[in-house]
């Protein structure tokens, strides 16, 4: 029975890291195209880019909550000193990341309320 959790448990773990990439992979390629697409825009227009990067960012912070929640699984499976203490680094690297991505995110909401 334990062992069946176990595996239930990298199962959904090894699900959530695919899906965070997934998420990774497609606004990366999604804001390269959009960037691309309006490039004489964007020279011109910096908020254009602005909004690029916002797009980015809070899909990046969305996978970035996916990847710590299949972290604290894969722990949950093998909870020795060493892996909760990578644990414990890999969640603050990622939870600072995403504080930062917000606070960007944030600002240029800010900057683009101000414009208009």
């Not at 990774?24 to 690029?52: C, M, N, Q, W």
């Not at 894969?74 to 995403?98: D, K, W």
């Amino acid at each position: 029975m334990e062992q069946q959790v176990k595996n239930i448990f990298h199962i959904i773990s090894f699900a959530l890291n695919i899906f965070a990439g997934l998420v990774i992979a497609i606004s990366a390629i999604d804001s390269a195209i959009r960037y691309v697409g309006g490039f004489g825009r964007y020279l011109k227009d910096p908020v254009s880019t602005d909004e690029i990067r916002l797009r980015l960012g809070r899909s990046l912070s969305f996978a970035l909550e996916f990847l710590v929640g299949a972290d604290i699984l894969r722990t949950l499976i093998a909870p020795s000193i060493t892996e909760i203490s990578l644990l414990g680094a890999t969640v603050a690297i990622r939870v600072t990341l995403n504080f930062f991505l917000e606070r960007e995110a944030d600002h240029l909401l800010s900057a683009r309320k101000l414009k208009a």
